[in-house]
């Protein structure tokens, strides 16, 4: 080998260290950018005819690790998923209150119960009468905001679902016009690693919207799957996935009950729209929300009949009426929790609490006696007990079937008194919330490991980044010589020639 071949050598050597000392700098340099994996520059020695030729410098790659990255991608629906839910039901939790404080519904029916009784020791007295009155009030004001806070809840997971889908399609069509430029600049030999960050980025943002499968293709364009096997489309004109907004109502439900169809195609891929924040709201809104709803107008309904079983009327809708079962079983009554209150009549006449509210030859104090105890005796005993008359059980609250389409069911067995009714009520969406609670934190706990994992295998290592600088500073210093001692020769070789 000659003298230019050696400088030609030394040359591409100083000419690749000039290339990997500016994936170091942008390495350091984006050491804290979100989504950014650390690069390197292949390299590979040349050589023609055994004969030596230098190095030859690559196009710069970004640091992948597939079964990492996906894993996280799967923990980032889960964390995303109980987020929501976790939120959705801590806004229930404020309004229903801890069981047992005085402001929950089991409470306040323990507190009606307890101003029946002082009234059967003073049935005359008026203020025993308005007291019951008053907090009969008190407790169909805490069914209707409950009522409310549920319905307010169920359309904000449905406004979700709509905004959702929304973010998912830019984020699809944002994955598929980077897939379109990376395939473009892997045909010309250019680098994509800044653009596969930029494409990370968006399937980031897929991860938390719904459970979601990545698949690289070889010539660097990315599919994406459902868990059940749907393709996600990422390339084509307009919105991939259409949904509509709208105001739900309690007889509302999904499908065919008014709440419309994710679709794709003209096809209704909701179910197969799974985890992440898309996954959790249509399960809320479809079936934990207007479950708790269901058993929420169970009771209210309950409460309603037995009291007029007794023979009064305490309370009803807005009209006076105590709504009876259809089919499906709830039919007449869906919704009833957001209108029960205390009977108008009753309401203006506190003295019905004592009397009641039958009239004529079904009065059960005709003479209006001020010391009349016979209903007061009934509704302590029986409209509050466990059975309807003596010996004769209370009819039993339907647990199945329920909600506007006569599909939901309450998961528990039907509560014996009004009581049970109203603590059973509150303890399951207590135990679900701190179940949500827990499960979130563990979630949030392999989130965290497994971003460490991925940085680790993928980040960029500050200590590694300045080692390798030292390196490519003594390579330069090392291939610089090589050229100056090469410069000296040929000068040497100069001189001597006359």
Do not use: C
Request: proline residues 5%; negative net charge; hydrophobic residues 40%.
């Amino acid at each position: 080998m000659g003298l230019s071949g050696a400088l030609a050598i030394a040359s591409s050597g100083l000419a690749n260290i000039n290339l990997q000392l500016g994936i170091v700098s942008q390495n350091v340099a984006n050491a804290n950018s979100p989504g950014y994996a650390s690069e390197v520059l292949p390299q590979q020695s040349m050589d023609v005819a055994s004969i030596p030729m230098g190095v030859r410098t690559g196009v710069a790659t970004r640091l992948t690790d597939t079964v990492a990255q996906n894993t996280l991608y799967a923990e980032n629906a889960s964390v995303s998923s109980y987020s929501f839910r976790q939120t959705t039901l801590q806004a229930i939790d404020a309004v229903q209150g801890t069981p047992g404080s005085g402001a929950d519904i089991a409470s306040q029916l323990g507190a009606l119960q307890n101003g029946f009784s002082a009234l059967l020791s003073n049935p005359a007295s008026a203020a025993a009468q308005s007291a019951v009155v008053q907090q009969a009030g008190t407790l169909a004001q805490s069914i209707n905001r409950l009522s409310g806070t549920l319905a307010t809840q169920r359309q904000n997971a449905e406004n979700t679902v709509v905004n959702d889908v929304t973010t998912l399609n830019a984020a699809l069509v944002q994955i598929g016009t980077l897939s379109d430029q990376i395939v473009a600049a892997k045909s010309l030999g250019t680098s994509t690693a800044a653009l596969e960050d930029q494409r990370a980025a968006a399937m980031q943002q897929v991860s938390g919207l719904v459970s979601a499968r990545f698949v690289t293709q070889p010539n660097g364009d990315m599919q994406v799957f459902t868990p059940s096997g749907l393709t996600l489309p990422t390339h084509g004109q307009g919105p991939a996935l259409s949904t509509a907004a709208v105001n739900v109502a309690p007889g509302n439900y999904y499908p065919g009950g008014g709440i419309p169809a994710i679709t794709l195609g003209g096809v209704d891929i909701t179910a197969q729209l799974q985890g992440g924040e898309i996954g959790q709201a249509i399960t809320l809104r479809d079936q934990t929300l207007p479950t708790y709803q269901a058993g929420l107008d169970e009771f209210s309904q309950n409460l309603a009949s037995r009291f007029q079983t007794q023979g009064l009327t305490l309370f009803s809708d807005p009209s006076g009426n105590v709504p009876a079962a259809g089919v499906p079983v709830q039919q007449n009554y869906v919704g009833f929790a957001s209108v029960i209150g205390v009977n108008p009549a009753v309401a203006a006449n506190p003295a019905l609490v004592r009397d009641g509210t039958l009239t004529g030859a079904a009065a059960l104090n005709p003479n209006g006696l001020a010391g009349f105890t016979g209903l007061i005796s009934n509704v302590v005993d029986y409209a509050l007990g466990t059975n309807a008359a003596p010996g004769v059980p209370q009819p039993a609250s339907n647990t199945t079937g329920l909600g506007p389409g006569g599909n939901l069911s309450l998961g528990y067995p039907a509560p014996a008194t009004l009581g049970d009714f109203a603590s059973t009520l509150l303890g399951t969406e207590a135990t679900d919330s701190a179940s949500t609670s827990s499960a979130l934190t563990t979630a949030q706990a392999a989130q965290a490991t497994y971003q460490g994992q991925l940085s680790a295998a993928t980040g960029v290592n500050i200590d590694q980044q300045l080692a390798t600088m030292v390196a490519l500073q003594n390579s330069y210093a090392a291939n610089a010589k090589v050229v100056s001692a090469v410069q000296t020769m040929w000068n040497q070789l100069l001189s001597a020639v006359p």
